[in-house]
């Protein structure tokens, strides 16, 4: 009786541990999948928001979030000191640049993430590269081409990329001020080399 029962108990454990291993590993990369649905179908509640383009949360959700379109973007960074700023990148047709405004010392950063394994894998911001202008490259892996002069490379292990940046607000007079500089965080696509021609369709 005493074996049945140890046995019993092996089994369970051998269960509980490949459930909680399964929970730890697949549970973050589905909450990313679900995520990316909310950005692309839904965005903060008013639309859908394109691929390879930013969009800032409106300064209304932030001011009154109790009140705004419910949405999944809308628990991005629980807290109420920053405005949100979020897309995602599909870099398979090739980089996109990233700008950020000059924010005179105010607080801000850009988050990039790895979906596939849920790892942020670089920042741009106060903390890391400074509060001035700043342009930088996003390229995917494998990209070889030439990076332009004053202009920042980062390479993605995944040319699917979750980006969330978030500007410091400092008071209830200053959200104007903070929406301005976080709508300056943008996306341009690299632009093709000086003399290339591009193939007609």
């Known amino acids: 009786m005493e074996q049945v029962r140890c046995e019993h108990l092996l089994i369970f454990g051998s269960f509980m541990v490949a459930a909680w291993f399964i929970v730890i590993y697949f549970l973050p990369r589905m909450l990313l ?5 909310a950005i692309l179908v839904k965005g903060f ?17 932030f001011a009154d979030p109790l009140h705004a379109s419910s949405s999944p ?15 995602w990148l599909d870099l398979r047709k090739g980089p996109q640049i990233l700008h950020v405004p000059d924010t005179a010392g105010r607080y801000y950063s850009v988050q990039f993430t790895d979906p596939s394994k849920n790892i942020n894998f670089a920042y741009v911001g106060k903390r ?5 202008a700043g342009d930088y490259l996003i390229s995917g892996p494998g990209w070889k081409g030439a990076v332009q002069q ?8 995944n040319n699917s990329v979750l980006v969330i940046g978030r ?17 300056q965080i943008q996306l341009s696509p690299l632009a093709p080399p000086s003399g290339t021609r591009r193939k007609r369709s």
Do not use: C
């Not at 509640?45 to 959700?61: E, K, M, R």
């Not at 973007?73 to 897309?87: W, Y």
């Not at 500007?167 to 709508?183: E, I, N, Q, R, T």
């Open 33 to 37: 999948i679900v995520f990316k649905r």
């Open 45 to 61: 509640g008013d639309g859908p928001i394109p691929i390879n383009t930013l969009y800032t949360q409106p300064q209304a959700s």
């Open 73 to 87: 973007l809308m628990t991005t960074g629980v807290n109420r000191d920053t405005l949100i700023t979020i897309g």
């Open 128 to 132: 890391t590269t400074g509060s001035e």
């Open 150 to 157: 004053e202009t920042t490379k980062i390479s993605s292990p």
């Open 167 to 183: 500007v410091l607000v400092g008071s209830d007079s200053d959200l104007a001020s903070a929406h301005g500089l976080a709508k």
